[in-house]
């Protein structure tokens, strides 16, 4: 049974970071790029960040660029993203993915997360 399972979201003000955190079982990590995708109230989701199955090739959306960074562990099949400069428009559910070419939308995830609530106020 495959399990994408984030932790780390909270409440924060503008301004201040967040690390989230994926750990993942059942999957064999390493053939999987990773990502994250967040969803905003009414809105669609949409791609966060991705990094590929080393580690050595990340990508952002234009939105996150200079303040978010995903990295990943293999050894602990564990994913990240590191979030800095929070903004109000930042607020949303943020979900883990696996899969491959995530940055060209959900419908390239092959294994979701359970999704992590992240509030930034102003």
């Known amino acids: 049974q495959v399990q994408l399972i984030e932790s780390g979201g909270g409440l924060v003000q503008a301004g201040g970071s967040l690390r989230l955190s994926c750990i993942t079982s059942?999957?064999?990590?390493?053939?999987?790029?990773m990502g994250w995708f967040r969803q905003a109230p009414g809105k669609e989701q949409v791609f966060v960040g991705g990094?590929?199955?080393?580690?050595?090739?990340?990508d952002y959306a234009d939105s996150v660029k200079g303040r978010f960074t995903i990295s990943r562990d293999n050894a602990k099949n564990t994913v990240y993203l590191l979030m800095n400069s929070l903004k109000a428009e930042d607020t949303a559910i943020y979900y883990c993915?696996?899969?491959?070419?995530?940055?060209?939308?959900?419908?390239?995830?092959?294994?979701w997360g359970q999704g992590t609530q992240v509030t930034v106020s102003t």
């Open positions: 993915a696996a899969g491959n070419s995530l940055s060209r939308g959900p419908a390239y995830v092959e294994w």
């Open positions: 059942g999957l064999s990590f390493r053939s999987y790029g």
């Open positions: 990094i590929n199955w080393s580690g050595d090739s990340t």
